[in-house]
């Protein structure tokens, strides 16, 4: 009897627990009908306009008590009369994936959708603490019969944004006027979103641009190919989760990369280069020292030296000159000593290019494999020499003193 008594008061307690907890999962409304209350935890994801439609707003995703998720839209920019479908889809936006989980239509008039979910459209069941961390997109439609048009996109879960952005300016190529940025957008999940925006590409042509090791005066392999820029629009948008090669990358690593990126011409023209710019620990610090570079032996050949701080130490120097001869290439050094001492070579430049009168040069290292960083360079006791060419090392067209010997 005792076993019997035992067993009955356990079933009683579980009775009570169960109506108590259905009774803080349920309230009930004007009509009596039972609803499900929040909890009060909930997620907001930013909708962008897609192209020139004005779509724009939140999504809110709601955690309610029975772990199911209550999705509000709301937008400005439709119009009465109108309705757009909307869908989750799988991974980010710029990527692209399939339909996972089919919203109620936003009302046009109201702008405003509301769904309640607890399972994808293949019935896995998916509560709110997976839903909110999804890895997917939400992408509102112009109409059920134009479903191929987006007029409002958002990335949601760990594809959301986290405010957190680094931007680089786009230097154009001698030959070139394109100028612009490449910004890179930190995800909750740490991958990135890199948008290219140029200036002044031509409409019609695909502009290839990749992530190459080094500095952009050293050049170096791809490690990491973007979405091509449009050159209608100027714009391209890629997502980056590894390098090439399948090694992992995180915005977090945008720091310290030793690289820069180069737009290309177009795809049938990957060496020519028309916009680039250092990235990572190459960027430039903003601290520079100039030298003139005087008139040796042919009139008017004269310019300047300016040697640049990078993030790492190291400098970028740049040497432009005035009226080289055109087709030309003038090899550049730094030699010991002051210029009216003389000494040895110390450090080889990139020759001079006599069509642009530009050379441009990553110092590291001096030409015996020791270390000249940014620094050393307004201690050092040196001159640079410019030569006519490499077969007339011993006509100097420019020559200037640097460092100590300014």
């Known amino acids: 009897m005792k076993k019997n008594n035992s067993k009955n008061i356990i079933k009683a307690l579980f009775l009570i627990l169960t109506t108590v907890s259905m009774v803080s999962l349920v309230n009930c409304d004007d009509s009596g009908r039972p609803t499900i209350t929040e909890t009060g935890a909930r997620g907001t994801f930013i909708i962008n306009a897609v192209g020139s439609s004005n779509v724009d707003g939140t ?9 199911s998720t209550k999705i509000v839209i709301e937008v400005t920019g439709t119009a009465t009369g109108s309705s757009h479908p909307v869908h989750i889809h799988d991974n980010s936006a710029i990527e692209g994936g399939d339909i996972v989980i089919t919203l109620n239509p936003i009302d046009g008039e109201t702008g405003r959708s509301e769904t309640l979910i607890i399972a994808k459209d293949d019935t896995t069941y998916i509560p709110y603490s997976e839903l909110i961390i999804y890895d ?20 949601i879960g760990l594809n959301a944004l986290t405010g957190e952005s680094t931007e680089y300016g786009f230097e154009p190529t001698v030959a070139s006027d394109i100028t612009g940025k490449a910004t890179f957008y930190e995800r909750l999940n740490g991958e990135a979103l890199a948008v290219l925006e140029l200036n002044n590409t031509t409409p019609g042509v695909e502009h290839p641009a990749h992530v190459h090791s080094n500095t952009f005066a050293e050049g170096g392999r791809v490690v990491i190919t973007f979405n091509p820029v449009d050159g209608t629009t100027g714009l391209s948008s890629t997502n980056i989760a590894s390098y090439d090669n399948g090694a992992s990358f995180d915005y977090s690593d945008l720091k310290n990369i030793n690289a820069h990126i180069d737009l290309h011409l177009s795809i049938t023209n990957l060496r020519d280069f028309v916009a680039q710019v250092d990235i990572g620990q190459n960027i430039l610090t903003g601290a520079s020292v100039t030298y003139d570079l005087n008139t040796v032996a042919i009139p008017d050949i004269n310019g300047t030296a300016t040697f640049y701080e990078r993030a790492n130490g190291q400098a970028l120097a740049k040497l432009v000159l005035n009226n080289t001869p055109q087709s030309g290439a003038h090899p550049a050094h730094i030699h010991a000593n002051a210029a009216s001492v003389g000494g040895p070579v110390i450090f080889t430049f990139n020759a001079v290019n006599g069509d642009s009168g530009i050379s441009e040069t990553n ?7 020791s270390t000249l960083d940014y620094d050393d360079i307004k201690l050092i006791d040196g001159h640079i020499n410019v030569h006519l060419s490499a077969d007339e090392l011993g006509t100097l067209v420019a020559q200037g003193n640097i460092g100590i010997n300014q």
Not at 137 to 154: C, E, K, M
Not at 363 to 369: E, L
């Open 59 to 67: 999504a809110t995703f709601i955690q309610m008590a029975d772990r």
């Open 363 to 369: 110092i590291d290292v001096y030409d015996d494999g």
């Open 136 to 155: 997917g997109y939400i992408n509102i439609h112009q109409s059920a019969d134009d479903l191929g048009t987006i007029v409002g996109q958002a990335d």
